[in-house]
């Protein structure tokens, strides 16, 4: 049984998704606002607490493939994540192209939120999302 953390890294906040124990549905779990709340020992009691076996990790690419300027600042926050959770934690890396247009889409056509609303927890479905497209993956 491997429960698997998605996670959706931003400049502000981080999108925060949880699998089930058997690695085949994502669920929507919180948003880490970095400006409020340590992201780094957050996510280490998040894997602690639930039991985390990896960590599926957006990364964000252009629309030809190549890496994004976001790409470096998700690299410097995971080896600095490592750190304290360590250096042998498993991380998958998911190519995150459109989950945010996606949760936005879904968001504003199947939920009764206001723009303010939305942008809250936008990045929370991103990494619903981004962990989903990696369990069925691994699916196939």
Known sequence: MNIYLGLDI?????????????????SAYEVINRNQTDP????????????????VVGQPKTKDGQNAI???KVEKFISELKNLIGEDFKIYYVD???????AEYYLKNFSKK??????????MIAATIILQNFLDSKKR
Do not use: C, P
């Not at 206001?114 to 990045?123: H, S």
């Open 96 to 102: 995150e192209r459109y989950t945010t247009k996606e």
């Open 40 to 55: 780094f020992v957050r996510i280490k009691e998040i894997i602690n607490e639930e039991k985390i076996a990896a960590l």
């Open 114 to 123: 206001n723009g303010k609303e939305r942008r809250k927890v936008v990045d």
């Open 10 to 26: 931003g400049d502000v906040r981080i999108g925060v998704a949880k699998s089930d124990s058997i690695g085949m549905f994502a």
């Open 70 to 72: 976001q790409v470096e």
